[in-house]
């Protein structure tokens, strides 16, 4: 038997997905180009529902969990990396059909990897992770629709989560007027106008049944919440304004009109950060290293080991955990 690593591997249990730290050796690994040693990855909510099975999220089992990893390649037959360079990976359907990231050594395609920016070290880079780079696809969006700072306040829902925190981190050093709205907002007022919001909103005031219209409020608004802060978000949209929409943690439903977009000419803009283009994803990640600042970073994440994933995972289900999470796979 080869030597043995650690990793978060998700199997049945009594009838239940369930995650577990398990020791694996490299036969174990995928016959993937590239072998990375991974030395970080994240906590994502996609990442709780799948190793909690609150969700069955993986495929196939068993399956080493993880959307997100950083970390050196340790040998490849792509031509196009060499062994040493600094890698992530987000997304690419790692934890659902492919093995992930909760894994001190994973093997992956290489059209998977975007080289880490020389602004972030491995811990940095996951501390922005899929949410960050979710979070800057959504402000992408808003800048290439053409809305600016000077057009009214940017509403940014789910604002305590790792996407939302991120998003209003960025919007700010963009000089947008941030409202974010957090179901815990009394708790995190000081946490979200220390990362530039301007002011906040509690949740209720979105989470109830709107109007087809209501009072023109927002620019533009990014949303990872979904279903009925969604849909009163859409409502309160100003005139040709966007809502970025990313995330679901609220709900799949969103019931809503046509009136905000055939009246107002609303856009309503998905986002999908897990099959992104490799052009899409290396411009997000180049923006944010101009964009973040790691004093603020530093502020929206905390570390913590490996061992930890399984009772993390409940607790990002169960909405405890604010800003980021990220996991040092060799602490």
Same mark, same amino acid.
């Given at each position: ?69 950083a970390g050196s390649i340790a040998e490849t037959s792509a031509g196009e990396w060499r062994a ?42 996951? $501390?922005? &992770?899929?949410? #960050?780079? =979710? +979070?800057?696809?959504?402000?992408? @969006? ?7 700072? !000077? ?7 789910? $604002?305590? &989560?790792?996407? #939302?925190? =991120? +998003?209003?981190?960025?919007?700010? @050093? ?7 709205? !957090? ?12 990362? #530039? ?39 309160q949209t100003k005139y040709e304004g966007i809502v970025a929409a990313c995330g679901l943690a ?82």
């Open positions: 038997m080869g030597e043995t690593f650690k990793a978060i591997v998700i199997d049945e249990v009594d009838g239940k997905h369930k995650g577990t730290l398990t020791d694996l050796t490299l036969s174990d690994l995928p016959d993937e180009a590239v072998l990375v040693d991974v030395s970080h990855s994240t906590v994502n909510y996609k990442d709780g529902l799948a190793v909690s099975g609150k969700g069955k999220i993986a495929r196939s089992l068993p399956m080493v969990g993880g959307i997100d990893l040493g360079e600094r890698v992530l990976v987000n997304g690419f359907g790692m934890s659902e059909k492919y093995w992930g990231g909760y894994s001190q050594k994973a093997r992956v395609k290489p059209e998977w990897l975007v080289r880490i920016p020389d602004a972030f070290s491995n811990e940095q880079a996951m $501390a922005i &992770g899929t949410a #960050g780079y =979710t +979070a800057m696809l959504c402000v992408l @969006a808003i800048e290439d629709h053409g809305t600016k700072p !000077s057009d009214g306040p940017v509403l940014v829902t789910g $604002a305590s &989560g790792g996407v #939302g925190s =991120t +998003a209003v981190m960025l919007l700010s @050093a963009l000089g947008y007027e941030v409202v974010a709205a !957090s179901g815990r907002s009394d708790e995190n007022e000081a946490f979200l106008k220390g990362l #530039g919001a301007s002011r906040l909103i509690s949740r209720e005031e979105l989470a109830r049944d709107a109007k087809p219209l209501e009072a023109e409020s927002w620019a533009a608004v990014v949303d990872s919440v979904g279903d009925a802060v969604l849909a009163t978000a859409l409502a609220g709900g799949a439903g969103l019931k809503t009109t046509v009136m905000p977009f055939i009246l107002r000419g609303v856009t309503l803009r998905g986002v999908d950060s897990v099959m992104a283009s490799q052009q899409r994803r290396q411009r997000a990640w180049d923006r944010l290293a101009e964009l973040v600042d790691a004093n603020k970073l530093a502020e929206i994440y905390s570390v913590e080991p490996m061992d930890r994933i399984p009772q993390l995972a409940e607790d990002i289900v169960a909405g405890k955990i604010r800003g980021r999470v990220v996991i040092d796979l060799n602490g």
